[in-house]
Each structure stands twice: as structure tokens, then as C-alpha cells.
């Protein structure tokens, strides 16, 4: 590499910054926004193709697992054809495998669409990170991260909202074919301003092996983790099966990894202490949130009677104050110590969820919605300095490689996240509904008077007991989703520990980093 190809880009300014900061983070708001607006249009598409909605999750599974397998790829894809034209190529790859999604005549062709629609995703949040630090100057790199921050938080909760809208009122192929005109706007910007700022790459040999692996192991876990509550867990087989290949395969391919000299994933990242420790930190608590996203609006239809519609309004309040301070925290962040400010997001979470765990069956709208605007505060206030402790200190050219690698894991820990709770909600709800059960019978006068009660408006005792069953299965999913809750408060209070293993340096590496894209 000669000297002269060492030179950073200079940051951007005027038109060109904000045409460039906007272009970014649309990328990443479409690619975000189509890992969860399929969600709620499952039973559309599974009906109009004429397949079951167990075979109608593959959608959304096809898409995880090829995604979860492409992110870590981003660091050494980077080296091979750099950052613009990988990013390029991603943008208008994601639209074409779009409107094949939106054309699928039958659920295999859509599945196979998901495929690569979710391959070609994986580079696109590593990389649009990367070059947007590269756009500011480094004053500004906090400000920067802040603004793509922005677009990763309202993403996932705009796409159960923006899915099922389009699904109620047109048809399920346009969740797909609305990516089309801002994939290509996106496209159009980021090859105008950027063209003749493409990173330094230099030919690597082809980890073979170490791909392999990767895809073996990534691929049974998600696989594991988006079918085991169908697949009642550990009581499948198939489970099973996919556990001991995950499990053998990434310990195969660590082993691999760590002994190659151009490996496919740069582990030797996670020696690293701000990255290690600020992974950890981002990743189980993205997993808590994800799975609290998850949980909310199933509690809210399945045993308080909210619509879908709803529910989503319930959930989307947490978008405001996450858009109104992000900017704020970018401007205060190289300022203050980002440990302070992630500290703080966590002690916020842990608010939030103290704050539901007090909740019941008779919950007001009010009571669901201050947590839920706590919440976006303290999501401000998580992604962008964990982000920036994580980046601390990489070399320009492994910004990427860290990017995607954390990336990576945060996105596994929510799909983890999302398995676990569901599967601990279900369990939860199980004992609860068990013990109160035993509290009923003729010898309890409570459950005398309900019986009475119901007998006397004409109630024949079968309809009597199906009511007071109905009763108590509410009682016990709120009994239970309250005990998820409180968990996840005490394990926002442990993170903030994990937050202060981290050293940071003043000079953040963003900052650094950025001006070498």
C-alpha cells in the first residue's frame, strides 16, 4: 500500500454531507425496516400463496439466517473490492432481490428471493457506518454515529407498523416493492458523492474453510433459534441436532480462525477490551430490548384484546425521544465520557422495566406508554456511545471488520433474545397458571361467588368454567411476562459493569478512523 493511498478523503461538507448523511441512512433504514416489516404480513402472504403459516415463517427465517452468515463476511469483502463498490453493489443487489421477492409466483421462489435478499443486506449497516464516520470531520464523528443511531432505532419498531398498513389496505407484495425507488435514490447518491472516495483494497486468499464453517454454525443456530418454539426445543430432535452442529461448528471454527493468517472473521478483535466488553454490553442489552419488543405487543393482543394496530401505537412512542435527543447525545458525547452516558441508558432500561414489571390486567394506556417513552431516552443514549467505545481505538482499516463483527453479534443476541423470552414467557405462564389453578375449587369462596355469580346471568357451569379458564390464562401470561421484566431490569444493572471494563480514549477512534474512508 503506498503512501499516497494512506491519505484520508477529507471530510465532506455542505449539500454533499447532508445528500451523503441522508443516502446512508436510508440504506440503513430500508435494510433494518425489512428484517421485521415481513413479520406481520405472514398470514397475507401464506394465505395468497396457498402454504401453511408455519411454512409462511421461512420468510422471515430465510432472511435471518442469510443475514446473520453475509454481516461478519463485511471486514474481508471490504478488502476485496472496497467499501463504495461493496456498498453499491449490496444497494442495487437488495433491489433487484426485492422485486423478485414482490414477483414471487410461489412460497420456494420467495423464499429463495429472501435468501439473497438478506445475504446482499449483511454488508450494508457495517459499511454504511464506516463511510458515514469517513463524512465528518473528526470533531463531528459523534455526531455522525448519532445519526445513524437514529435510523436503527425507529427502524424495527416503524415495520410492524409500515407492514401491516400495507397489508391491510394493498397486498403484501408492495412491503417488498417500497424498497425499490429508495434503493435506487440511495444508489444514486452514494455512487455521486462517493465514487472517488473508495477505500484501499488488496487481493486476499479465500478462507474456504473458514467460510465454510461459519456458514455451517451460523446457519444451524439461527436455524435453531427461529424454529425451536415451534419445535418444542430441546423435546425435537431436529433441535437437537442443530444445537450439537452449532455448538462443534463454532468451536471448529475458532480454533481455524485464530490460526489463519487472513481469516474470514478477524477474531483477534475480541483480544481488544473496549471491543470486547463494550460487544457484550451492546449486544445482551439490544437482545433484552428486542425481546421486550416482542413480547409487549403479543401480551398486549393475545390476553388484553388490543388490535394489532393497536398495539403498534402502544409500541411506537418510543420512537420520539430516541429522534429528538440522538442528535443532543452526538453533540454532548465527545464532551463527556461515553461511559457515563451508557451507564446511563442502561440505569433508564432498567427504569423502563421495574416500571412493567409493576404491571397488571387492568393496565391504563397511560401506564404502557411513559415506560415506553423512558425507553427511547435511554435508547439514545445506548448505540451511539457503545458504539463509539467498541470503535475506540481500531485502525482505520479494520473499522469495518469491527463494525460487522459487532454487528454481527448484536444481531444474533436479538434473535436469541426474541427465542428466549418467547420460550420463558410461554414457560412462565405455564406455572402461573398452574398454581392459581390450585387456588380454585370449591373450597375457595372466591371462586364459589365467580361460579354463583355467573350461574345466576344464565351461565350453563361448562361456559362458567371456559370463562374463569380464560380469567386466569390472563392472569398467568401477565404474571409471567411481569417476572421477564423485572429479569431483564437486574440484567441492565449487571451490564453497567461490563460498561466500565471499557477505556475508552478521549480521542475516539471513530474520530480517527473516520477521516481514512
Not at 387492568?362 to 435511554?378: F, K, N
Not at 485502525?395 to 443476541?413: Q, T, Y
Amino acid at each position: 500500500m503506498s503512501a499516497a493511498a494512506r491519505i484520508p478523503h477529507p471530510p465532506l461538507q455542505g449539500s454533499q454531507l447532508a445528500m451523503g448523511t441522508l443516502a446512508l441512512s436510508l440504506a440503513v433504514f430500508m435494510n433494518v425496516l425489512d428484517s421485521s416489516i415481513a413479520n406481520v404480513s405472514i398470514p397475507a402472504i401464506s394465505g395468497n400463496l396457498g402454504v401453511s403459516p408455519q411454512q409462511g415463517t421461512w420468510v422471515i427465517t430465510s432472511f435471518a439466517v442469510a443475514n446473520a452468515i453475509s454481516v461478519p463476511l463485511t471486514g474481508w469483502l471490504t478488502m476485496q473490492f472496497g467499501q463504495v463498490r461493496l456498498f453499491m453493489a449490496s444497494i442495487l443487489l437488495f433491489v433487484l432481490s426485492s422485486w423478485l421477492c414482490g414477483m414471487a409466483p410461489n412460497i420456494e421462489t420467495l423464499i429463495a428471493a429472501r435468501i439473497l435478499q438478506g445475504a446482499v443486506a449483511g454488508p450494508m449497516i457495517p459499511l454504511s457506518q464506516a463511510l458515514l464516520l469517513g463524512s465528518y470531520p473528526p470533531a463531528k464523528s459523534s455526531m455522525a454515529l448519532a445519526l445513524w443511531g437514529m435510523t436503527t432505532l425507529v427502524a424495527p419498531i416503524m415495520g410492524p407498523l409500515l407492514g401491516g398498513w400495507i397489508s391491510d389496505n394493498y397486498s403484501w407484495p408492495w412491503i417488498f416493492y417500497i424498497n425499490i425507488p429508495v434503493g435506487l435514490f440511495t444508489a444514486w447518491a452514494t455512487w455521486s458523492i462517493y465514487a472517488k472516495r473508495e477505500s484501499v483494497t488488496r487481493a486476499i486468499p479465500i478462507d474456504k474453510i473458514g467460510l465454510v464453517l461459519l456458514v455451517i454454525w451460523v446457519g444451524a443456530l439461527q436455524l435453531m433459534l427461529d424454529k425451536g418454539k415451534e419445535l418444542d426445543w430441546f423435546n425435537s430432535g431436529e433441535i437437537i441436532l442443530l444445537t450439537v452442529i452449532a455448538v462443534v461448528g463454532l468451536i471448529y471454527f475458532i480454533v481455524w480462525e485464530n490460526g489463519q493468517d487472513h481469516p474470514v472473521v478477524d477474531l483477534s478483535l475480541f483480544k481488544g477490551r473496549n471491543f470486547s466488553a463494550g460487544v457484550l454490553a451492546i449486544s445482551v442489552g439490544y437482545g433484552l430490548f428486542f425481546g421486550s419488543l416482542v413480547i409487549m405487543p403479543l401480551w398486549l393482543q393475545t390476553q388484553l384484546g388490543y388490535t394489532a394496530t393497536e398495539a403498534g401505537k402502544v409500541m411506537a412512542p418510543v420512537g420520539v425521544f430516541a429522534i429528538i435527543l440522538s442528535p443532543i447525545i452526538g453533540k454532548i458525547l465527545p464532551k463527556v465520557d461515553a461511559r457515563r452516558i451508557a451507564s446511563l441508558a442502561f440505569l433508564g432500561f432498567a427504569l423502563v422495566f421495574f416500571m412493567r414489571a409493576r404491571f397488571n390486567t387492568e393496565v391504563d394506556t397511560v401506564s404502557l406508554l411513559i415506560p415506553t417513552l423512558i425507553q427511547g431516552a435511554a435508547m439514545s443514549m445506548f448505540f451511539i456511545p457503545l458504539t463509539s467505545i467498541i470503535l475506540s481505538g481500531q485502525a482505520p482499516e479494520k473499522i469495518p471488520a469491527a463494525s460487522g463483527l459487532s454487528n454481527f453479534v448484536r444481531i444474533m443476541c436479538g434473535g436469541m433474545g426474541a427465542s428466549i423470552m418467547t420460550t420463558m414467557w410461554d414457560d412462565r405462564s405455564t406455572l402461573h397458571h398452574a398454581r392459581l389453578t390450585e387456588a380454585t375449587g370449591y373450597a375457595s369462596p372466591a371462586f364459589v361467588q365467580n361460579m354463583q355469580t355467573m350461574q345466576q346471568a344464565g351461565l350453563p357451569d361448562q361456559a362458567a368454567y371456559a370463562v374463569l379458564d380464560r380469567s386466569i390464562s390472563v392472569q398467568a401470561s401477565t404474571m409471567a411476562a411481569t417476572d421477564i421484566f423485572y429479569m431483564a431490569a437486574m440484567i441492565f444493572l449487571v451490564l453497567i459493569g461490563f460498561v466500565w471494563l471499557t477505556r475508552p480514549k478521549k480521542s475516539s477512534a471513530p474520530v480517527d478512523a473516520g477521516g481514512a474512508h
